[in-house]
Structure formats: structure tokens, C-alpha cells
């Protein structure tokens, strides 16, 4: 990177000019002990003020989270050699401590809740017993609901690696799509069906799924629902349903609002937690200082073009300004694509594939893809405009840091 990073703060010198050929960005350490103070208060975006000290920390600086001790290989659980070889195929022998205490329980037919933070596998968690026990009995089916596309998308290509050679076959159905595509696949009676609650509540409605039919559910990522405003569509869901399933909800935190859901529609749920530091532990944290809005996308193209950043998801905060921020970005000679709630779906799935196959460097993106999106070797994360609420931060630089790997994020300020 240009100017090489060595404190805790990215500034700009107040002698600089505006030109771009003229700026560079310039570093300062501020004192440690007094960090809290020296960065000026607060930003408010929306209905939350931030204190931006919590946007810098070294990864070294929070106290290392108690080792838990995987009890199971994958080899243990009980589940087909079918799947045991698609596991190996794909390199699983030790289960993450989601997967490790979550699997045994749900290949018993335990309701259950998963309370983890995103990227610790819980997709695997949910999918290997639910698969194997589609395997054993074929009338069961199974009703996933994910907050967004990218999400549902996901956790599809997921089960198409666990589940191949079984026959046994699954249905995404979500917004943005040609429905009677859709249609169409559901059509073929899929023992899965995996969608956004939108698109699943207007095909129930529809009589397009009988969600009387559907005796497992698995809600992802459920306090995403409740920040999206899904709730009340999850509860209709939920309601036609029969009483007689197994449920699987699995989240971050556990809001009164869901605690409610719980109490409603689950039996006896297991609690499952597996909690990690208010942020990722192997991300750099830092805060870049825009003292002159003229020159905000100076000090962006800057950072940018530093050897260290490999592959940079950048989030802004509308459909607007990231559509605006890529073009800007292409006219500069970057390779960037966006993606956001305006993009159809097909748009937004090709500038992911050339994402993640290193076709393009750069992704803007608004908060639709702070929650669910993997993709390997995020080497930084950067917030052009600070996040609506602390949480949607914690989800942003999720993002990076994934893993074993070292990530960096950056907060404008």
C-alpha cells in the first residue's frame, strides 16, 4: 500500500493538494490510552450513534476466546457413506464446534437453536442430518428460509456438494428471479425447498407450495429477519406448517421478538451457542479520516491501489451511491462490479462468480451482502459510509478474516 500502515488512524495532511496525481495518504498513532476520546465522539447513521473507537482494533488486542474441544470427527456421526464421501471429497474431517454439537442433536429430531456468529458453518450443521434423513425417509421435506438471495443461493450450492449422488434434489425460489422458472422446479416435487420469505409467502399464497406438506424448517440467519422486517411473513409461514416438524432457527443473537417465535413454534428447543468476540478476531480494524468530502474517493482510489489489497468488498449505504461508487471505480481503470436490491438476479450472480474467480478485484455492495456472502480471501473490507448500527458493522467486516486468514477492515469516517 502507498504510505504503508502503521498506526491506528488513516489521515490526510491538510497541506495536500486536490489533485489527484498530488494526494497521498499520510499515518499517525494516537495514544493508546486515550484512544476512546482523541476520535471525536460518534457518527449517527439512521436510528444509531456508533462510537467510532469501536472501529479500531488490532486483532491481537481482544483476549483470545476459550478453545472449545471438538468432541466428533465426521467420520463419527451417524449419517450415509454417501455423504461421508462427498465430506471427504470436500476435504471435512473436523467439524467446527457449531457442527461438532449441532448435528448429533438434529440427527435425534431435537428442535433446535443455533446461536453462532456468521462463518462458523452452520449451513453444514443444518444440511448433513437434514440430508440424511431425507436419504432415510423420502415423504420428509424440507422448508429453508435465508433473508436474502445471495444467502439462499448459498446454501443451494452447498447442498448440491452434500447431497450429490443421493437424487436427492432442492428448489431456490427467491426474489428477483423469473418465477415460472420456479415454478417449474417445483414442479419436480424437490424434497428441498430454499427461499426468501418474500417470494415464499407470495408462492404459498399463490397455493404454488403446500407448506402443509413441508415437516422440517430451517429459518437462517433469523435476527437478519427481524432487521428486514420479515417477522411477521415468517409467521405466517411458520402458522401453515404442520404441528408435527422439526424446526431448526439459527442466529447471531436471540431478540425478544424471536425469543417469542421460539416459545410459539418450537418443542423443547436445545440452545446451541457458540459465541466468538463482538468482532472478528482475525481482523484489523481501523478508521480512515475524510477531512475533506471533495476528496473522499481520492483517499479510496489511494488505499486501493496498495499491493496488500487483493480483493475488497466495499459496502455504501444505498442502491445509489454503490451503483455510482463502481462506475467511478471502472472509469478509473479498476476492475469493480456492484450489487444491490435494483440488480436483477442474474446481474448480481455474475458480479459475485467474477468476485469469487478473481475476475474483477472489487465489490461494492449495500448491506444486502453483509449477511451470508462467502467468498475466500476477502483481504479487506472497507465502509465508504458508516453502517446504520454497530451489529450491520460487526456483519460487514465479517466479511474478511475468515478462517485461519488475516483480514482488514476499514471504516470512512
Excluded: W
Excluded at 444467502?151 to 427467491?174: C, H, K, M, N, P
Excluded at 407470495?202 to 404454488?208: E, H, M, V
Excluded at 450472480?349 to 448491506?367: G, P, S, W
Aim: glycine share 8%; with cysteine; proline share 4%.
Amino acid at each position: 500500500m502507498q504510505g504503508s500502515f502503521s498506526g491506528s488512524r488513516f489521515g490526510r495532511s491538510s497541506s495536500r493538494g486536490r489533485s489527484d496525481s498530488g494526494f497521498r495518504p499520510s499515518f499517525s498513532r494516537s495514544n493508546s490510552g486515550s484512544r476512546g476520546r482523541s476520535f471525536g465522539g460518534s457518527r449517527r447513521r439512521g436510528g444509531e450513534s456508533i462510537d467510532i473507537s469501536l472501529f479500531v482494533r488490532k486483532s491481537c488486542e481482544e483476549a483470545p476466546v476459550q478453545t472449545y474441544a471438538i468432541q466428533n470427527s465426521f467420520s463419527d456421526f451417524p449419517v450415509s457413506d454417501i455423504i461421508k464421501k462427498n465430506l471427504i471429497h470436500r476435504n471435512y474431517i473436523t467439524p467446527t464446534p457449531i457442527q461438532d454439537q449441532a448435528i448429533n442433536p438434529i440427527i435425534e429430531g431435537r428442535d433446535l437453536i443455533g446461536l453462532a456468529n456468521t462463518g462458523t458453518g452452520k449451513t453444514a450443521a443444518f444440511l448433513i442430518p437434514l440430508i440424511n434423513k431425507v436419504l432415510k425417509d423420502s415423504s420428509q421435506e424440507v422448508l429453508i428460509i435465508a433473508p436474502t438471495r445471495e444467502l439462499a443461493l448459498q446454501i443451494d450450492d452447498e447442498f448440491r456438494l452434500f447431497s450429490y449422488g443421493t437424487q436427492i434434489y432442492s428448489s431456490v425460489v427467491v426474489g428477483g428471479a423469473p418465477m415460472h422458472k420456479q415454478i417449474h422446479s417445483l414442479k419436480r416435487n424437490p424434497n428441498f425447498i430454499i427461499g426468501t420469505p418474500g417470494r415464499l409467502k407470495d408462492l404459498s399464497d399463490r397455493k404454488l407450495i403446500r407448506l402443509e406438506t413441508l415437516n422440517n424448517i430451517v429459518i437462517d440467519e433469523i435476527d437478519r429477519m427481524l432487521d428486514m422486517g420479515f417477522i411477521e411473513d415468517i409467521r405466517g409461514l411458520l402458522g401453515q406448517m404442520p404441528m408435527e416438524r422439526q424446526s431448526l432457527f439459527f442466529s447471531a443473537t436471540l431478540p425478544d421478538k424471536i425469543r417469542l417465535l421460539v416459545n410459539q413454534f418450537m418443542k423443547n428447543p436445545l440452545t446451541v451457542t457458540i459465541k466468538q468476540g463482538k468482532t472478528a478476531d482475525n481482523v484489523d480494524q481501523d478508521i480512515v479520516r475524510v477531512r475533506d468530502s471533495a476528496l473522499k474517493f481520492t483517499q479510496l482510489q489511494e488505499l486501493l491501489v496498495g499491493p496488500d489489497f487483493r480483493k475488497v468488498l466495499i459496502f455504501a449505504e444505498t442502491k445509489r451511491e454503490v451503483e455510482k461508487l463502481a462506475d467511478n471505480l471502472a472509469a478509473k481503470g479498476f476492475k469493480a462490479e456492484s450489487i444491490h436490491g435494483d440488480k436483477k438476479q442474474n446481474q448480481r450472480q455474475r458480479a459475485l462468480k467474477m468476485f469469487k474467480e478473481n475476475y474483477i478485484k472489487i465489490l461494492v455492495a449495500t448491506d444486502v451482502a453483509a449477511r451470508g456472502l462467502d467468498v475466500k480471501d476477502i483481504s479487506h473490507v472497507i465502509n465508504y459510509t458508516v453502517p446504520q448500527t454497530f451489529d450491520d458493522y460487526i456483519h460487514r467486516i465479517g466479511r474478511t478474516g475468515r478462517g485461519d486468514k488475516k483480514g482488514m477492515a476499514l471504516t470512512f469516517v
